[in-house]
Every structure is written in C-alpha cells, then in structure tokens.
C-alpha cells in the first residue's frame, strides 16, 4: 500500500502542476499576423455530425481560411451534405475520397489526401464530430506563433451522454492530464514525452512536409502521437494543450461505441507492446482499484483511505479544470477505471487476434506492424 501511495502522491502532483500550469488554447494572445490557414476534415459515414462540425468553422473569427472535406466512401449521406455546404460557401471545398490504398490505415490515408489539396500555410486536421469555439482558429494561429511552433495539438473537452461515455472517457483524458506534465512536450526533447490528439492537431506547412506527413505513419493507428514523436526526433517544436472551452467533441454515444472504439486504441498507446501495457492495467489498478477493495481490511483501513483520498482529490481536480461530469468520475471512479481495463484487455486480444473493426472496416493488425 506504501508503493501505491507512492505513485498516486507523483500523479496527484502531475495533476495539480497542470492544473496551475497547463497551457490552455482558450488563454491565447492575439495574432502576429493572419497566414493562411487550411481546416481539413476526413467524414466517413458522419451525415449526423458533419454539418455542424462545418458550421462551427464558418462562424469562425478569422478571416483567411478554407474548409476542406473529405468524404471518405461513406455509405450514408455525408457526401451530400458536404456538397451542399460547399454549394453555399466558397471557403468550403468537397472531395470524394479515393478507395483505401494498401498498406494504409483509413483516417491516414484520408488525412494524406486532404494534405494534397490544401494550400495554406498552417493545415488544421480535425475530426467531424468536433466543435470549434469561433476563437479556435485564432487561438490555434497565436500560439504557434508565440512559441515559435511546427505542431500545436489541444485535446478536446470531452461532451458525454451515456453512462458508458461518462465512466471511461474521461479516464482515457486522465492518462494525459495526470500522467504528462503538458509543458514537458514543448520544452524536453525526449520524443517519449511528446503527445498529440488528432481531434485537434496543427502544422505549418514546413513542419508537415519535413516529416512526410501522414504518409510516415501510414499504417499506424494512433498515428496522432505518432506524428508528435516524429516532429520531436526532426527537431520540430511541438506543444500539446488543453482544448476545454475553446474545442470540444462528443466521441462516442454508447456502450457499443466507446467499447470498440478505445479498442481500437488502448492497446496502441504503448506500441502493441505487451509487458508495458499489462505493466500500465497493473499499476493503474493498483492505484486507483485496490485501495477501494483493502479498505475493508482492518490492517490497511487507513492506508487505502488515505489512497481513496489521494484518488478522490485527483478526479475532483480533473472534473473541476477540465470540466468532466463530477459525480460519475468522482464517486463512481473505480468503476470507470474498472471499465477501462477490461476494454484495455479486449484491445489487447482484439489486436493479437487480429479482428479489429472500425466504421466498417477491417484493421489489417499485420500491415500495422
């Protein structure tokens, strides 16, 4: 219990440093000057979600941009709906996407081909079911420009609506915010201290192509972190930042949704290696599990009450900052840490087993490897 007191005082710390410190994208300065700047957004099957995805864009406060959409075979009426905002604004531009080439994942191989069609001088990937607040490109702009940035990254607040979405993803935001001191990815230069979210990732041009873009990371599936990894090996200044208020996103709207979809990734965030990631399910529930079962033990009632504590005030620091529903990660936080590792381990057998799905494709685990 000693060790586990240990390791929730070093993340409390992480927590409570970044909760003072953290660079957040709605403090931003104002612009230097205005470059152009391309938003471009991969939809597949995503007729719910890409109109106001489109609409929260052309209401932003900047005014040299375009909007470039992909229709990435969809199989519903999202191609339609792009072709009518395109119809109606010229800043929005529709592009059929090409089939999945080989060898590719499909949101890269949809990111690449987007990359090929802008021509700005910052090029903004985002996905179809975010919201920009209309300071998000501004905001975005200025701090690139203040810190001299080649990738800016902001993690979207996370919208949730059922108890499977209020339980486990505002874990998976605790991994970052908890885990990484934020400033540590703009000032180490130790690429495994780099972190980005593809909800909400920025480059300039130069930067992009200096890393051949998504074309480098092909075939992986967290390809966000792993284009923040190559950004730091090439000497490129990178930060990632807290997107609350400023860009948020509803990710998934059921148990079904948030089940393959963090299977999909949990796995990944350590590189498909298994002795860390079964290293990380076994100290995360030492930490935030165990304590809530020994409490009932009279030798360590004290010990895990303090653990509680310690678990109680990190989630309640998390809740408050970056706006998580309160109760369910607060009170019912070992529950969604509980839920979490069991989709860690269906991620980890999905991938051995090499049965991966995402919006009705099959994952090739082989060509990810």
């Known amino acids: ?106 949101k890269n191989w949809a990111c690449y081909q987007l990359s090929q069609q802008a021509d700005g001088d910052i090029l903004i990937f985002t996905d179809a079911d975010n919201r920009p607040a209309p300071n998000a490109i501004a905001n975005t702009v200025a701090y690139m420009q203040k810190f001299k940035l080649g990738l800016l990254s902001a993690f979207p607040e996370k919208v949730t609506g059922t ?37 909400w990732i920025a480059f300039t041009r130069e930067a992009y192509q200096r890393i051949d873009g998504h074309q480098a990371v092909s075939n992986q599936i967290v390809e966000d972190v792993e284009l923040s990894r190559l950004a730091k090996k090439n000497g490129i200044k990178i930060l ?40 990380l399910m076994f100290v995360l529930f030492t930490m935030c599990v165990l304590p809530y079962i ?18 109680i005030a990190m989630r ?14 607060v009170v019912l936080h070992p529950f969604g840490i509980l839920a979490t590792l069991l989709i860690g381990i269906n991620s980890f057998y999905q991938v051995k087993r090499g049965r991966l799905e995402w919006k009705g494709r099959q994952i090739d685990m082989q060509v990810n490897r």
């Open 294 to 311: 020994t409490v009932w033990f009279a030798p360590l009632t004290k010990l895990s009450l303090v653990a509680m504590s310690m678990n």
């Open 1 to 106: 219990m000693f060790i586990t007191i240990g390791l929730l005082a070093i993340v409390l710390v992480v927590t409570l440093f970044n909760a003072a410190t953290a660079p957040m994208l709605k403090n931003a300065d104002e612009c230097q000057n205005r470059p152009r700047v391309s938003v471009l957004i991969p939809a597949r099957n995503e007729e719910a979600n890409i109109g106001a995805c489109i609409e929260g864009f052309l209401a932003q406060k900047y005014s040299n941009f375009e909007i470039r959409v992909l229709d990435d075979q969809s199989t519903d009426r999202t191609g339609a709906v792009i072709k009518q905002f395109s119809q109606r604004h010229p800043e929005v531009t529709a592009i059929r996407g090409k089939p999945l080439s080989s060898g590719w994942m499909g």
């Open 240 to 279: 990632t930042s807290a997107g609350t208020r400023v860009v948020s996103c509803r990710m998934y709207h059921s148990f079904g949704e948030v089940w393959g979809g963090f299977s999909k990734n949990l796995f990944g965030l350590v590189r498909y290696r298994t002795v860390p990631f079964f290293v």
């Open 163 to 199: 108890l499977a979405e209020k339980l486990v993803v505002p874990v998976v935001d605790m991994f970052v915010y908890a885990g990484l001191p934020l400033w540590l990815t703009y000032f180490s230069r130790f690429p495994s201290l780099a972190a980005a979210s593809g909800l």
């Open 316 to 329: 309640a620091v998390l809740s408050l900052k970056y706006r998580h529903p309160f109760f369910t990660s």
